[in-house]
Structure formats: C-alpha cells, structure tokens
C-alpha cells in the first residue's frame, strides 16, 4: 500500500495537478513551464512543469514560481498585452536573434520578478507555510543571474 506524500510540496505539487498541470521531475533540467499547443486549430494549451531535482526546499520554491508563470500566461490575450516581446518570442521557433532585444529583455525580467511574487501569492492562498527570506534569497539570485 503506498503512503500519501505529504509536506507543503506535495500539497503543491496536487495543487498543480488540480489545475491539469503535469509536474515532471528531471536530474539536468533547470525548472520550467512548457506550454504545448495541440488540437486542430491550436487552441487546447497543455502545460507542464518540469522541476530541476534539488533539495525538496528549493524545489518547493521553484515550484511556486513556476506556477506564477502558468497564472501569468494562462490569460492569452492578457499576457500578450503586458508582455508583448516575450509573447512573440514565444511564437518563433529560433528564439536566438529576438532574445536579444531590449524589449524582450526588459520585458522577461519584469514577467520573472511577477511570477515570484505570483508563486508567494499562490502559497498565502493555499495556506503552505512559506519561509519567505529563503524564497526571495533565491528569487534575487535567479532574477539577478
């Protein structure tokens, strides 16, 4: 008989699955959130997260973040209107030569530094228990990065 994981983690992690979202576990990926587009005409959008296996803490952390980009993204129409450059950057399939736009960079660091401060919202909304000096030591390190 398995035993129920349970920890602020695992109750994210059923969080996520709750709103269709797979939540993969990879050794040498950095932590992500793919978002697929299928159906006939493009519109069904499934989404997954990939966390980087690290020490449970951080991937707790990377987790939440993650899901502040879902939150970010999953109004079309209104991500792109507040993010314009990283929302056509999303469209092309070599993203090298537009990445280095200045809108796109400025851009993609405002919608990381909001998906940190989405992510500690989704955990003062579930009631997860949040040491927020260590999340936004890291939310610094990877936004400064």
Known sequence: ?????TSPFWDLVRHAQS???????DHHAASVLNVYLSGTNRRIR???ITIQKTNLTRQFHELLHELGHYLIMVNKIAYKRKYPACAIACE?????KYKR???YKVQSMLEEAEAWDLGQRVAEDLGIPLNLIAYNKLKTKLICC
């Open 92 to 96: 092309y399939h070599d993203q090298t």
């Open 19 to 25: 709103l269709g979202i797979e939540v993969i576990y």
């Open 46 to 48: 499934l989404y997954k």
């Open 101 to 103: 736009r200045v809108d």
């Open 1 to 5: 008989m398995k035993t129920k994981k």
